[in-house]
């Protein structure tokens, strides 16, 4: 693990934050992602499960919470357990947590190894009168695949089948949405990680270089700063490819006269940063990507007002649609009276901007959230309006995250060039 671990007392105000939306005799019980096979014996990299990490901060495999805040016995209150280690583990795959490990990285006293859990859950489904599970719930989530919440689910059903139970990710997704300053700290390092990312390829990129070779000083640029690695896949997009909105092929060769649309972000310790960026290949833009970067600009200015506590995203998104289509007839894109006569369910901004504008932010990069609910204080949006032109090759996207406060909005990304002119000359500056 290269990142520095959170401070436990981070997870411990999370679990309390938790038990205040639960009835009385609640039990909670939540399991570790799977190791995922691909072929052989090979296995692919651990990505741990996002509400267990919020709760417990182990970022370890085979790791169960359980959680019986009115337990009578105290120890039995908080509970975690781990995978014991071994010689033979710790030859092949290296250390792992120790009880004490994973009690200062928890703040959880009771801590086991696995083979407890069995006596243990038997114990506490008798005194439950609410047994809540969790499961994948993001409204755009495809989940083909059985996982070890899934299986557990299925078994609790079997082998208890008069129990109550309740769903854990409603909770989850209202607990999560709001940020403690502790989250921000780790975000925080996120973004700051990315800008030196940014900020290295403004020296870098050149006619005749490889979108993979910009994806490299990227990899490089973030691992030895202690990220976990990219947020995401990279969109390293050159020429038209920029309108393939998740274009991650990265094989293009960069041509002078070109944008560049960078889709880049780091993660550390699990929070994920998601910057958007597109630099001109020859560094300096042409009049026509002068004016088509404009006009998303301005919609990303007048977006990251609009993101206040209170709207609804629903609503922000037809008031941001308006403001593109505006844009839009400037850049002689759209016809005033075509728009004046659009079916109102198929408005035609969409064809040069498909997606939306904003979304949460956190541990999960299109993070959990109730976003048929009013914004509320605390949470982290993206603001990232972008215009398309296929039949001219160009695409734009500006993306930075904004933390949304009582009073006024924080644009966590403000120290990362945006404007053009500074982007230029920062181009200009290659060594």
Known sequence: MRYTPLPAELFALNRQRLYTQLPPRSLVILHANDVLPTNADGTMGFVQNSDLYYLSGIDQEETILMLFPDAPDPKQREILFVRETNEYIALWEGEKLTKEAANQRSDIRSVHWLQDFESIFRQVMCLADHVYLNSNEHARASITVETRETRFTHRCQREYPLHEYRRLAPLMHQLRSVKHDLELQALQEAIRITECGFRRLLQFVKPGVCEFEVEAELAHEFIRQRARGFAYPPIIASGPAACVLHYVTNHATCRAGDLLLLDVAANYANYNA??????????????????????????????????????????????????????????????????????????????????????????????????????????????????????????????????????????????????????????????
């Open 274 to 431: 998601d910057l958007t960026r597109t630099i001109p290949v020859n560094g300096t833009f042409s009049t026509r990507q002068c004016q088509v970067y404009s006009a998303v600009l301005r919609v990303f200015r007048e977006a990251c007002q609009m993101l206040r506590p209170g709207v609804l995203i629903r609503e922000y998104q037809e008031e941001i649609g308006k403001i593109m289509t505006s844009e839009l007839i400037g850049l002689g894109l759209l016809d005033r009276d075509a728009v004046e006569k659009q079916d109102p369910e198929r408005p035609l901004y969409k064809r040069y901007f498909p997606h939306g504008t904003s979304h949460l932010l956190g541990i999960d990069v299109h993070d959990v959230g109730q976003t048929w609910k009013p914004i509320q204080a605390g949470m982290v949006f993206t603001v990232e309006p972008g215009i398309y032109i296929r039949e001219e090759g160009l695409g734009i996207r500006l993306e930075n995250n904004l933390f949304i406060g009582e009073n006024s909005n924080t644009d966590l990304m403000a120290s990362i060039p945006i404007e053009p002119e500074e982007i230029e000359e920062l181009m200009a500056k290659k060594g």
